[in-house]
């Protein structure tokens, strides 16, 4: 190194000069740390460093190249469990992605092991998600109006397995894997710092309104993977023509997904954008390019949802509903959901305050999506909009809070203060996440489950089932549809129908078919 450096201390040498100062750096850092890391291979071998501009020059490659073979000979003889030069490469290549595998195992075991705690399926919408994969199956399109990616992107799990219900849970897990997996590799990546994946994704995975999506509302939990593989496409994809490509492939996934997470993207695309229009000269033309793009085909689909509105289920009646009444008309609103408001608003002008003031002050790439995270945050927690719909927006905070969440990290520079940050942010996360986790039930107590599937040894097959009961229509559709006209309130009951109701609504003034604990059947006779 000394030998280098005499001969390099001309100004045109200045490359070398700096060069070799990082490498002495990186030898410190090996041997404090007993680890290789794959910068000196990065910046060394591929013959051009784009941080200083230097064109490439065989000669100055050259020495440089000498100079790496000698540091790698120094790690192997402090390092004599290596042997060789290949397992350098194998301990390189097992770092790289070790935190990968945890992340992807972890999520989907952590996923799969609450949807088992019950054999059905959670939440209310949960036997809608088997009515409507069934009628896929079985005539290639679903039975209600809706976005309809989701429930083709579950047909081969329906189908692969043997209990319907199970094959639902696993194809949800492996999505919302991905969708944590994605995140990891869009920070990890982007930062060039593997603590900062860690946290966005973990976070994504434990965090309270991720597991109250996925365990009801599939839609938009499957949605969250289309913002999260643009935010990927625009950040982690070096060629152009691919990242246009998923960028169109996101969008249309995300429409065909939910109206929610369709605005959220929207939103998030054109915050990104207003960023970089006002702070252009801070980045660079290609990521400016992405964006731009993305805002456009985004500003494209909406034209063509609100043109063609079939194509996602009349999903945007939502849309114009929420337009009509944006805010409650309730007088007191905030006082009479001080809980709620103290519990989350103040959360959410925290975090819009901190991703505002680093996007701010510093010109990081990742700064538009903090920039943008920030501020819908606390749009969509805003405690006067109607209860209604801020119930469905609070859920948004799953994949809004990881986007933030990693500047927490990035504000710190010591490693060990980076672990100290991410466990105490994890923990309190788990904290608010386990008590929750008993709540999480399907919608029906396993016991009127049961009772629902005796129905056909009362009412013989090819009957009318009048049931009023969403909720309960649903599991009484998931389970006898192929055996049964199932109706909700028609205007007329039909002579000869049966009704099932469940015991704790009002009950016709004759006696039920079938008496149990949870419903009651009866058959509606002709007055006389």
């Known amino acids: 190194m000394i030998m280098i450096k005499s001969i390099t201390k001309e100004p045109r040498y200045r490359f070398l000069v700096i060069m070799t100062n990082y490498l002495e750096d990186c030898i410190y850092e090996m041997l404090k740390y007993r680890e290789f890391t794959s910068r000196i291979k ?11 501009e230097v064109p490439y020059d065989k000669n100055r490659a050259e020495v440089c190249e000498k100079s790496y073979f000698h540091i790698r000979e120094i790690i192997s003889s402090h390092m004599l469990f290596l042997g060789d030069f290949k397992h350098i490469n194998l301990l390189i290549s097992f770092k790289k992605y070790a935190f990968l595998i945890f992340v992807t195992v972890f999520s989907f075991l952590f996923i799969l092991g609450l949807y088992l705690r019950y054999p059905i399926m959670y939440g209310i919408d949960g036997p809608f998600y088997l009515v409507q994969v069934r009628h896929i199956v079985e ?3 679903p039975k209600y109006a809706d976005p309809p990616l989701t429930f083709y992107m579950l047909v081969p799990f329906y189908i692969l397995f043997p209990d319907k219900m199970l094959g639902l849970k696993v194809g949800t897990s492996l ?6 997996t994605l995140l990891y590799l869009l920070f990890s990546q982007s930062s060039n710092d593997n603590i900062v994946g ?4 973990l976070f994504f995975i434990i965090s309270p309104f991720t597991i109250r999506l996925y365990t009801d509302f599939i839609k938009n939990t499957i949605g969250l993977l289309f913002i999260v593989l643009l935010l990927y496409s625009i950040y982690c994809i070096r060629s152009k023509r691919t990242t246009i490509a998923l960028i169109l492939f996101s969008a249309i996934g995300v429409t065909l997904s939910h109206v929610l997470d369709f605005a959220v993207f929207t939103l998030l695309v054109a915050l990104m954008f207003l960023k970089l229009l006002i702070f252009k000269e801070k980045y660079s033309k290609e990521l400016r390019f992405r964006v731009t793009v993305a805002l456009g085909v985004s500003i494209a689909l909406l034209l063509a949802c609100l043109a063609i509105p079939q194509i996602v289920g009349y999903d945007t009646r939502k849309l114009f509903s929420f337009l009509e009444q944006p805010l409650s008309e309730e007088q007191h609103t905030m006082t009479s959901n001080i809980a709620y408001t103290l519990r989350n608003f103040p959360l959410s002008l925290f975090l819009c305050s901190a991703g505002i003031f680093y996007s701010l002050a510093r010109s990081s790439p990742l700064s538009p999506i903090f920039f943008a995270s920030s501020i819908l945050i606390v749009m969509l927690n805003f405690p006067l909009i109607s209860k209604a719909w801020l119930f469905r927006f609070e859920l948004m905070n799953s994949i809004l809070i990881p986007l933030v969440i990693p500047i927490a990290i990035l504000a710190v520079k010591s490693r060990e203060a980076k672990v100290l940050i991410l466990l105490i942010i994890l923990g309190f996360a788990t904290m608010i996440t386990v008590p929750m986790i008993p709540r999480l039930r399907p919608s029906i107590p396993l016991l009127e489950y049961t009772e629902l599937e005796l129905i056909p040894a009362y009412i013989p097959e090819g009957s009318t089932l009048i049931v009023p009961n969403t909720r309960l229509r649903y599991w009484v559709e ?6 049964y006209e199932i109706l909700s309130k028609p205007l007329k009951p039909p002579v000869g129908a049966y009704l099932i109701i469940e015991t704790k609504m009002r009950t016709p003034p004759f006696p039920p078919l079938f008496n149990g604990k949870y419903i009651k059947i009866y058959l509606i006779r002709l007055r006389r």
């Open 478 to 483: 998931a389970l006898h549809e192929d055996k």
């Open 42 to 52: 990065r910046y060394l071998m591929r013959g051009y460093s784009r941080t200083l």
């Open 175 to 180: 999505y919302v894997t991905l969708t944590a």
């Open 139 to 141: 005539k290639g399109v």
């Open 198 to 201: 860690l946290i966005s994704s």
